[in-house]
Every structure is written in C-alpha cells, then in structure tokens.
C-alpha cells in the first residue's frame, strides 16, 4: 500500500506533483513517471485516458459507473468543483458501491438523505446532486433505462449564510496569521473573490494597471483597478525579499503557492488564536457589503444579476431604514 498523501490531496490516485509539472506513476516496478503536463485541467484528462481499462460489460454496480465518472467527468469541472465531488463521490461509493444501478430506489434516495442529514444537511444535498448526475450519466452510457431515483426526491432546507465580518474581527484574526494568510486574506477583502480565485493569481495577471481574475465558478472575467490599498497590498507581496519568487502572488518564502488546505489550516489556526468564528468565504460578502454601492459590489463579485448581489449584501448587514421620525 503506498504512503498516505500529506499534500495536494485534491489530486487523484497516482497522480503526482513535482514543482509545477503533473505526473502518473505507475504502479508497476520499477515505476515509471509519465509526464502530464503543469496545466492541472489537462494533466486530468491525460490522467484519466491512463486510468482508462475495459470493465467487464456486464457489471453495472455504482462502483463501476462512479468510477467511470471519475475518469471522465469530473476532470472537465472546475478545481474546487473537482475536489467537492471526489469527496461527494466517496461517500455514496461506500454506500451504494456494490450496489446495481437499476437497484437503486427513490426511497433509497430518501434514507440517504435522512441518515446524512443528521450529520450534514447541506453535504448530504449535494451528495445528492451528484448521484442524480451519476445516474443521469449511467443512462447516457447505456447502463440503465431505468428512472432517476433522485426524481421527485426533496433536499434539505438550506438557509443562505448571513454572518457579516466586522472589522475588528478581521484584524484581529489578521495579526494572529502567518503572513501567507494575511496576503490572502487581504487580497480577498479588496478584490472580493472566491478563496480558489485568491489562491490562483499571479504576477502575470498584473497588467495595463489592473489584476486580472477569471473567476472559476462562472468563468467571468474581471480587470480589478490596481490602486489605492490593493495597489499598496500587491506592493508589499511584489516587493517582499524571499529565497524565491516564484509565479504566484500568495506563496511562501521557496516560491511555492499557498494551497487551499494550506489556507484553510493557517486560517483555523489564527482565527482559534483570534477567538473568532467567521470563515475565510465570508469575506467576500463582507468586500460587497463595505462598498455601499450596489453597482459597485456587482461588478466586483461578478454577480450577472443585481438582485443577487442585493439578497447578499442585506442578508449580511440588514437592510439600512429610516425611523418613523
């Protein structure tokens, strides 16, 4: 059995990173490194046509078709979509992995529902939004005619986050970080961006003036003005001394970029030191609450809706009224 990753866990089985180039490795001895390129979307879908092996036609456990998904699906979504559904996929495996996929029954749906709500009502939503796109793909491939149990099915309740970060908060679990945090963090309140958009930017996306962001969750494109304090912040991490100054903005003092598990543990840390109780994604709602501009906020989250935009400013801080005199 190999070792127990420590790092890039959002990488599938046998597939390594070395700097920033991707490799297979074999599992035969000796084992071979099979190069894969340092664009992460498509070192996936070389990943995947390695991974590929004929399956016997006539097994049709969700195991099987899961892990045909995996091969070919999953690597065509977004990083952090990527990672969220390895762990989703994980989960119904260990429930429905030997079972048929004809077998599988709303009701079944609906105890899976019920027992990991207990734990985790919004995972066990998403779970469940996954095994629907399982099956829907297991009827593309021709693996089953049979109806999508997850039809007709009804999710937990879910209520939107309305937690706004007040400014003391934030500094307060600022000074506890380490400064990798604090780099994140305050390009995350200036910019208003997703904590995977913050994680990507590189001294290449500066240019004619601005950051430049495409976002990965819709793909929107944005050239965020480099000025005023994101102009100061982006000149403290440019101009700061370090072994080697690799391509990221957010990166250690050896050049390498600051990963999400790395993030998230060094955010835990600082906000345990802080006694605060925010999350790191909070801060973007606050970045659009703070600007006090509606219009403002919109473009710089990259809402395409300004009524979306507005639930998510007010949910935070309360709609501002007026007395009655």
């Known amino acids: 059995m190999g070792r127990r990753r420590t790092r890039d866990l959002n990488l599938p089985p046998r597939m390594h990173r070395k700097g920033e180039t991707f490799y297979y490795v074999t599992s035969t001895v000796p084992r071979q490194w099979i190069k894969l390129g340092k664009d992460l979307n498509q070192a996936r879908l070389r990943w995947a046509e390695l991974e590929?092996?004929?399956?016997?036609p006539d097994d049709k456990t969700f195991a099987i078709i899961a892990r045909r998904y995996e091969r070919e699906v999953i690597p065509t979504k977004a990083i952090r979509t990527q990672r969220d559904n390895q762990a989703e996929l994980a989960k119904l495996v260990a429930v429905f992995g030997s079972v048929s996929i004809d077998s599988i029954r709303p009701q079944d749906v609906r105890t899976y529902l019920d027992l990991r709500g207990q734990q985790a009502k919004t995972r066990a939503n998403r779970e469940k939004a996954l095994?629907?796109?399982?099956?829907?793909k297991a009827r593309e491939w021709g693996y089953t005619d049979a109806p999508n149990p997850c039809a007709g099915v009804k999710g937990h309740k879910e209520t939107g986050r309305d937690r706004y970060v007040e400014d003391d908060e934030f500094a307060a679990v600022r000074a506890k970080g380490h400064y990798t945090l604090q780099d994140a963090m305050d390009l995350a309140l200036l910019t208003g961006q997703r904590p995977a958009d913050v994680l990507k930017l590189t001294r290449a996306d500066i240019r004619d003036g601005s950051l430049h962001v495409k976002q990965n969750k819709t793909g929107k494109k944005l050239a965020i003005e480099i000025v005023g304090e994101l102009a100061a912040v982006i000149e403290r991490i440019t101009s700061r001394p370090a072994k080697v100054k690799g391509a990221w903005l957010v990166q250690d003092e050896n050049g390498q970029p600051l990963t999400y598990w790395m993030l998230r543990n060094r955010?835990?840390?600082?906000?345990?030191?802080?006694g605060a109780t925010f999350q790191f994604r909070d801060i973007r709602a606050k970045a659009a609450t703070d600007t006090g501009d509606l219009g403002h906020a919109q473009k710089l989250l990259g809402h395409t809706k300004r009524d979306m935009t507005e639930h998510y400013t007010r949910a935070r801080k309360g709609e501002r009224v007026k007395p009655l005199r």
């Open 131 to 136: 095994l629907s796109h399982v099956f829907n």
């Open 52 to 56: 590929g092996e004929a399956a016997n």
């Open 267 to 274: 955010f835990d840390e600082a906000r345990k030191a802080a």
